[in-house]
């Protein structure tokens, strides 16, 4: 960070950081699965609106968000480092929430290149700050409407574009990808990669098609649906939110250096249960992970705070932190995309 420690000096002398620990990962996946889908029976047992329902239905949203969050963490980790956890991780969530990995994986990496981060080319980032509060509480609200538009993805248009090549490239351009850039346009997929996407898209549509004919027989009773939509929402919704949280989102379009990418990202120090509910698996240390984003989310608490430790009272790394999720909200809407100065939030970040 601007020469005071590097990220090659953090690799030496924390080594030990950047080891991921199976066993951690496999047990919080399965914990959190199990909590999140044992609730989801018990919320979809009771009855709509009662108390047990709500608060079975609020512990299933943050633990499966908790569990849907570890695509981020197979974004990162280099293939075969845990043999199968991609496998069950879409047994126990991707699929049941029409979410293959393929949506995150491939195309994280956009947000993490110097040369793209914050571009047009980075299909996480766009200029937030500079929009009005009533186009933010849009960008909010506005995946509750995503549930049916990923089945309608996978179940329909998918299979539809394997026989339509103009259609194909339209899905996968513009309906393949996680993002919260509309300009971005997600390559084709080559080699490897596109294997990995045909099985992914095929087992995708087969549980959707599954789930169409078990609630045509009668197998599967339509409020069961109606109470995975309200599940699958809130973890869309709680999401969102966090991702509102994740950056400044005032960067003005043009490719940042490494210090402006670690001051436009945000470290959440806000009150600790409900900050890691919303923000799991180490996303509070956001800038951290912007600046190391190898190491395993299990090790970024320790490491944050040996360079807290450490740094200088000057260090850009102290700049990031927030008082949580609703400050940093808050924050978000108070911005301008001009300071007192008339210089742009954008390039102050890149002369940082």
């Not at 793209?116 to 186009?135: H, K, N, Q």
């Not at 970024?300 to 450490?310: D, F, K, N, Q």
């Amino acid at each position: 960070m601007q020469n005071q420690l590097t990220g090659i000096e953090c690799r030496r002398r924390f080594a030990n950081a950047f080891q991921p620990r199976p066993w951690l990962y496999w047990s919080d996946l399965l914990a959190s699965a199990g909590v999140g889908w044992v609730t989801f029976l018990l919320g979809a047992r009771a009855q709509l609106g009662s108390l047990l329902y709500l608060a079975a239905t609020v512990v299933a949203v943050t633990a499966l968000l908790r569990a849907a969050i570890f695509i981020h963490e197979l974004a990162h980790l280099k293939r075969g480092t845990l043999p199968g956890f991609e496998t069950v991780w879409h047994l126990l969530v991707g699929l049941p929430f029409m979410l293959p990995s393929l949506m995150y994986v491939g195309s994280h990496s956009d947000h993490h290149r110097q040369t793209t981060f914050g571009t047009v080319a980075d299909p996480e980032y766009a200029p937030i700050a500079r929009w009005s509060c009533l186009r933010i509480a849009w960008f909010v609200v506005s995946v509750l409407v995503v549930p049916p538009l990923l089945m309608l993805r996978w179940g329909v248009l998918g299979p539809l574009s394997s026989l339509i090549p103009p259609l194909r490239r339209l899905v996968v351009e513009r309906a393949s990808t996680l993002v919260i850039n509309p300009d971005y346009r997600r390559p084709t997929p080559q080699g490897r990669q596109a294997a990995h996407w045909l099985i992914q898209e095929a087992a995708t549509a087969l549980v959707f098609w599954i789930v169409v004919v078990s609630e045509s027989m009668g197998w599967v009773a339509s409020y069961w649906l109606l109470h995975w939509y309200i599940v699958a929402a809130g973890v869309l919704l709680l999401n969102q939110l966090r991702t509102l949280a994740a950056h400044r989102y005032n960067n003005d379009g043009a490719p940042l250096v490494s210090t402006g990418q670690i001051l436009d990202s945000v470290t959440l120090n806000g009150w600790l249960i409900p900050t890691v509910l919303a923000a799991p698996l180490g996303l509070r240390y956001h800038a951290l992970h912007h600046f190391l984003p190898t190491v395993p989310y299990h090790s970024l608490g320790v490491l944050h705070r040996r360079l807290l430790a450490e740094l200088p009272p000057d260090s850009p790394y102290r700049r990031t932190q927030s008082g949580g999720i609703l400050v940093t909200v808050r924050d978000l809407l108070r911005q301008t995309p001009r300071d007192a100065s008339g210089i742009s939030a954008g390039h102050a970040a890149r002369e940082a």
